[in-house]
Nanobody
């Protein structure tokens, strides 16, 4: 079973930056990408970004485009989420998850093996 461990979440001021990391214990033949989702209190889990292991093709949610950058290090089985120009509305628990081959990329239903999440708080 794939284990995912997120790190990097913390308190940051508006306009600041953070880099989140997601380390996977292994890669399997049934999963082909890692994605990031976030969930604010009382809200549904929302797609942020995803990246394909094989060719690095990336996908972004609406709020992430232009401010967040997803990248990967295949040798370390690790995916990063660089978040810039952070806003208070980016405050959430950020989760990474392994994408199931041929599943929908933007929905939680397309993912298996979820991490425990890392808290990002944007506040002055």
């Amino acid at each position: 079973q794939v284990q995912l461990v997120e790190s990097g979440g913390e308190l940051v001021q508006p306009g600041g930056s953070l880099r989140l990391s997601c380390a996977a214990s292994e890669r399997t033949s049934s999963t082909d990408a890692l994605g990031w989702f976030r969930q604010a209190p009382g809200e549904e889990r929302e797609f942020v970004a995803a990246i394909m292991w094989s060719d690095g093709v990336t996908f972004y949610g609406h709020d992430a485009k232009g401010r967040f950058t997803i990248s990967k290090d295949n040798a370390k089985n690790t995916v990063y989420l660089q978040m810039d120009s952070l806003r208070p509305e980016d405050t959430a628990v950020y989760f990474c998850a392994a994408h199931i081959v041929r599943a929908v990329i933007y929905s939680t239903h397309g993912y298996d093996y979820w991490g425990q999440g890392t808290q990002v708080t944007v506040s002055s």
